[in-house]
């Protein structure tokens, strides 16, 4: 053929065409990934460097919500991180006081003047509780203007508690916020922050500082305490107490009212403060011992409030005497009553006077402070003075009737048989 083919030269122009193109879409995909890496983010976290001695480690605070100000439909939310300025102080002193869009928040180990960032805690109607994170920065504020004195009212019992008097006061328990450093007394009833005394049970010296209508403040004067009762003792045996429970005449414990005082020996642990509180009895009677834990410890106590089947008390401070007390038995013994004979009745031994070992099953329901219950073959038995289960006691029987019995646990020993004891029989006459 002599006329040549055009085909080749296409192909080829066509490949030369994509040799030049392909490097340049290289070239672009590889601009616009560039662009892509480097394009910045939407959201940036701000590290603040705190300064100063107790300077800690960055703190983060691009989570951190501005509350420095008094903006307005600002609301503290459990769990979220918060930049306050403390601006006031808590009446005992120990927590620094801020405000989250105006609700008020304590943040314990804070002071005035400074702004710091706190987590919240705990939220609640009218207050909130801020745990410190770090503190930022602080100034020094001009000082709040002195609080108006507290001036008790006329026949009020602690007007002499004001400040700069002196007097002994017993250490009652350990402060709740500074246990390391601030006990607790009272004054007839109205508690007492005892700088530099932590001691349970401890008579000390002290000035008050500072008095308040429900609270006062004191610190330790070196001086030795005095040995003889203390003032408001004394002014205690003059009056009962309004609604105080009087015991009727012949009752052995009349003498455990409140103002009075004696020594008792602890048995064991309060099963519902153990750790502050402890438990005697006097002849029966429960007695709950504030400040006082040590089981086998005998301490002089002051009745702070009677009631029917316990009472309340405190130490003293006075040590204790080693004359013998008395006796669980010295009260009078409710005379046998006989039962009569009655072939139904499965105890007839159990009768007013009559001792007994048997084990408590369970606390009472209507007093399981104080009373235990125990059966004998199903005959209920409510036990004064003994409530753990399992604990084996000899009762002495106060009470019968015709489905339950009532005791009280005694040391003496048992006089009858337990009702399970096979009865025993004569020998046969021949």
């Known amino acids: 053929m002599s006329q040549s083919d055009p085909a080749p030269s296409s192909s080829s122009a066509l490949r030369t065409i994509a040799l030049i193109l392909l490097p340049l879409l290289g070239i672009a995909l590889a601009v616009a990934i560039a662009l892509l890496v480097r394009r910045p983010t939407d959201r940036a976290d701000v590290a603040v460097i705190v300064t100063g001695e107790e300077a800690a480690a960055a703190i983060n605070t691009g989570d951190v919500i501005d509350a420095t100000g008094r903006a307005t439909g600002l609301v503290p939310r459990l769990g979220y991180r918060y930049k306050v300025f403390i601006d006031d102080e808590s009446e005992d002193r120990t927590s620094g006081i801020a405000k989250i869009g105006g609700l008020v928040t304590f943040i314990p180990g804070t002071r005035r003047g400074q702004t710091a960032i706190i987590d919240i805690t705990r939220v609640r109607e009218r207050v909130a509780d801020g745990l410190l994170v770090a503190v930022l920065s602080e100034v020094d ?13 006329p026949g009020d019992v602690t007007a002499h508690v004001v400040a700069g008097a002196e ?26 922050f005892v700088e530099g005394a932590t001691t349970i049970g401890e008579r000390v010296n002290v000035r008050i500082t500072e008095r308040r209508e429900r609270m006062a403040f004191a610190e330790v004067t070196g001086n030795p305490p005095g040995t003889g009762p203390l003032p408001e ?37 309060s099963s519902r403060n153990p750790d502050t509180e402890g438990v005697a009895r006097i002849k029966g009677l429960v007695v709950f011992v504030k400040g006082v834990t040590t089981i086998g410890e005998r301490v002089n106590v002051r009745i702070t409030e009677r009631r029917e089947r316990v009472a309340m008390a405190e130490p003293t401070g006075q040590p204790a ?13 409710p005379p046998a009553v006989p039962v009569t004979a009655d072939a139904r009745d499965a105890v007839p031994h159990l009768v007013p006077g009559a001792v007994i070992a048997t084990t408590i099953l369970e606390p009472s329901t209507r007093n399981p402070d104080t009373e235990g219950l125990a059966k004998i073959d199903g005959f209920v038995i409510f036990v004064k003075g003994a409530t753990t289960p399992g604990q084996a006691v000899n009762v002495r029987i106060t009470e019968r009737r015709r489905t339950v019995a009532m005791g009280e646990v005694t040391t003496d020993p048992a006089t009858v048989a337990p009702a399970s004891a096979p009865p025993a029989t004569a020998p046969e006459t021949p």
């Open 321 to 333: 005497g080693h004359e013998r007390l008395p006796a669980p038995t010295a009260a009078p013994r």
């Open 141 to 153: 504020l001009p000082p709040k203007a002195p609080r108006t004195p507290y001036a008790p009212r």
């Open 167 to 192: 007097m002994d006061v017993v250490i009652t328990e350990a402060s709740s916020k500074n246990p390391d450093t601030e006990g607790v007394a009272r004054i007839k009833g109205l508690v007492v």
């Open 233 to 269: 003792a004394e002014a205690r045996h003059e009056r009962v107490p309004r609604g105080s429970y009087v015991p009727p005449a012949g009752d052995a414990t009349a003498h455990v009212v409140a103002g009075a005082e004696m020594d008792v020996v602890i048995t064991e642990a």
